[in-house]
């Protein structure tokens, strides 16, 4: 079926319209529909989403519950038989990680995420050492390559679970995908797009994993946490260092998967090397046992 076929089957973008594809989504076409009712963003999904166990039913409710805590563009129709989210165009700045890289900024996007956090709840749970094992699992049945030394790391992954579990945290409404491209500046607030990784989770993922996704310096995940929980914390900062190292070493996998099955022209496993990279120097720090201690302390 092509992209007319399958804008056809959603009412709200009747014809006549105008279609411009939108750059980025690595599971997505994304094209801004305009018709004589409005403008909106339809969301094509294919096929790579299954291989990554996207849940299509989950994204749309929790892009509804986004919605609903003001934090998301609002769903206008979803058409499961076409694969198709139709959401309400905003109008703004995409921003790059060089934005992230203010302490102003982070404070709003601090703003943002607590906003969401406090929202309705999300369908289904999002654990990245879950999403990582069974993604490992993907890998290993299909036969896609993995990185060198990537099945070594696993006793440190498992000190890592085992001492973020000292101090358990109730999970909220995450968003778990926030690289700088899901998040758009209106000019007063900053709005989150994209929820396919979406889910109940641990908030200190979605700050290291902000973070970590603009590969910003130690400090400004120190402004990010300070800014969202309103006092500086130790533990907290090491939570979200240490989660945002396990976001690093999960997600090589997603590219792993993507490098073995996409169809798409995209160079997936140098944008997965470049996050596996940075997960090994971590791994092999001197401030690893530190963040270990820190996560199971007292503040």
């Keep these: 079926m092509d992209v007319d076929s399958r804008l056809d089957q959603a009412a709200s973008l009747a014809r006549p319209r105008t279609v411009e594809p939108l750059p980025g989504g690595l599971t997505n076409?994304?094209?801004?529909?305009?018709?004589?009712?409005?403008?909106?963003?339809?969301?094509?999904?294919?096929?790579?989403?299954?291989?990554l166990t996207i849940d299509r039913d989950a994204e749309h409710a929790n892009s509804r519950a986004a919605a609903a805590a003001g934090v998301a563009p609002q769903v206008t129709e979803y058409v499961?038989?076409?694969?198709?989210?139709?959401?309400?165009?905003?109008?703004?700045?995409?921003?790059?990680?060089?934005?992230?890289?203010?302490?102003?900024?982070?404070?709003?996007?601090?703003?943002?995420?607590?906003?969401?956090?406090?929202?309705?709840?999300?369908?289904?749970?999002?654990?990245?050492?879950?999403?990582?094992?069974?993604?490992?699992d993907i890998v290993r049945r299909n036969g896609f390559r993995l990185p060198a030394g990537y099945?070594?790391?696993?006793?440190?992954?498992?000190?890592?679970?085992?001492?973020?579990?000292?101090?358990?945290?109730?999970?909220?409404?995450?968003?778990?995908?926030?690289?700088?491209?899901?998040?758009?500046d209106d000019g007063q607030r900053i709005r989150l797009i994209d929820y396919e990784y979406s889910g109940m989770g641990d908030a200190c993922f979605e700050l290291g994993?902000?973070?970590?996704?603009?590969?910003?310096?130690?400090?400004?995940?120190?402004?990010?946490?300070?800014?969202?929980?309103g006092r500086h914390s130790r533990s907290l900062i090491a939570r979200a260092r240490l989660l945002g190292l396990i976001g690093k070493y999960g997600w090589t996998l997603c590219a792993a998967i993507q490098d073995g099955s996409s169809p798409l022209d995209f160079d997936f496993w140098s944008w997965g090397m470049e996050k596996y990279d940075r997960a090994v120097a971590e791994f092999a720090g001197p401030e690893l046992a530190t963040w270990l201690d820190d996560v199971q302390a007292l503040d």
């Design 151 to 184: 099945l070594e790391l696993a006793p440190q992954v498992e000190q890592i679970r085992r001492a973020l579990a000292v101090r358990a945290v109730a999970p909220v409404p995450c968003h778990n995908d926030l690289l700088p491209a899901n998040m758009i």
């Design 29 to 51: 076409l994304n094209f801004r529909v305009t018709t004589p009712q409005g403008r909106y963003v339809a969301r094509l999904s294919g096929s790579a989403g299954e291989m």
């Design 80 to 136: 499961p038989a076409a694969r198709l989210l139709v959401i309400e165009w905003i109008e703004g700045r995409t921003l790059d990680a060089a934005d992230l890289d203010d302490e102003v900024m982070l404070g709003r996007i601090a703003d943002t995420c607590r906003q969401l956090h406090a929202g309705p709840a999300f369908r289904g749970v999002f654990d990245m050492f879950d999403v990582q094992q069974r993604y490992l």
């Design 209 to 229: 994993n902000i973070w970590s996704e603009a590969s910003l310096p130690p400090e400004r995940l120190t402004e990010l946490v300070t800014a969202y929980h």
